[in-house]
């Protein structure tokens, strides 16, 4: 039986718009055990990463607010909890890595200050003089060259891969047991993505941390990530170990998703298969399923009423009413 680091239960998170309250997130339930790296992939703007920033309360304010659901983080809801007592945890329980390095770090502040000013905050004895030495051994841990040299510098003055291992190493400065990746690879290159993919994973195996990865890529989940949760326009549309989701996938959108990606044991020159039409807009959502506009096996039933999350299996679930039926027809 696996011990649960982090359990989110049924989490509502709206905003409060000109048009309207609308619900980014809706009723949202994933765990993340102790060790193991948990995937959540889906299409731009499906609330991966809104969820993550539910989970640190960074939602912005006052707009963005939790309605309801439980964050458990180490049997502590997180949902609950005063804000001093929020700002101990983000950062030292649990550290974030940022979409974009170049927006998450300060531009006018040189590198080792920023890595320094996190170590102090939450180590109040610690020196500036003993954080500025840790910070290069921070730096060292993420593989960047020259450390000593680049604690002097700023953020323009690297490149983007570095930023990133900066910011990786920021995330982790304080130990944390949780590392929420958002997106860690977006804007580098080939090479680059491998190399920052191959860093978590050897920092979480050293550390013995557990990871949320965030991303659309799901060459990255198959590589990385030990479970798989894949969404859809704000809900879990199903949820598994890896080899569930890549052989054994039961919801349509994940079976489109996959027969998206091109193999190296097709056909050559052969058209991709596409998931037709668009996800809908959060004020716009159907009636029912929220994948009905889009989903070839839609039904009356799928019109009706939203789907509830089935047991398909040992920690496999799936929230479609077609499942068994959709399964029969791709074997």
Known sequence: MKENLLQVSELVTTFDTDAGKVRAIDGVSFNVPKGETV???????????????????????????????????????LTKISLDDMHKVRGGDIGMVFQEPMTALNPVQTIGKQLAEILTLHN??????DALKKSVGLLEKVGIPAPDIRVGEYPHQLSGGMRQRVVIAIALACGPSLLIAD??????????QAQILTLIKDL???????????????????????????MYAGKVVESG????????????????????IPRLDGERKVRLDTIEGMVPGLLDLPVGCRFQNRCPYKQDICEQASPPI???????????????EIEREEA
């Not at 109040?124 to 003089?129: H, I, P, R």
């Not at 170990?241 to 998206?260: A, E, M, N």
């Open 241 to 260: 170990t890896v080899f569930d989701i890549f052989d054994r996938p039961k919801h349509p959108y994940t079976i489109g998703l996959l027969k998206s």
């Open 39 to 77: 995937g959540v992939v889906g299409e731009s703007g499906c609330g991966k990463s809104v969820t993550a920033l539910s989970i640190t309360r960074l939602l912005p304010r006052p707009m963005g607010q939790i309605e309801s659901g439980k964050v458990l983080f180490n049997g502590r809801d």
């Open 204 to 230: 979480q195996r050293d550390m013995g941390m557990s990871v949320i990865l965030i991303t659309h890529d799901l060459g990255v989940i198959a590589e990385t990530c030990d479970d798989v949760v894949v």
């Open 124 to 129: 109040k004895d610690m020196s500036t003089e």
């Open 183 to 192: 997106e860690p690879t977006t804007a580098l290159d080939v090479t680059i």
């Open 310 to 324: 089935e047991e398909a299996g040992p920690d496999h679930g799936v929230a479609c009413y077609r499942w068994q």
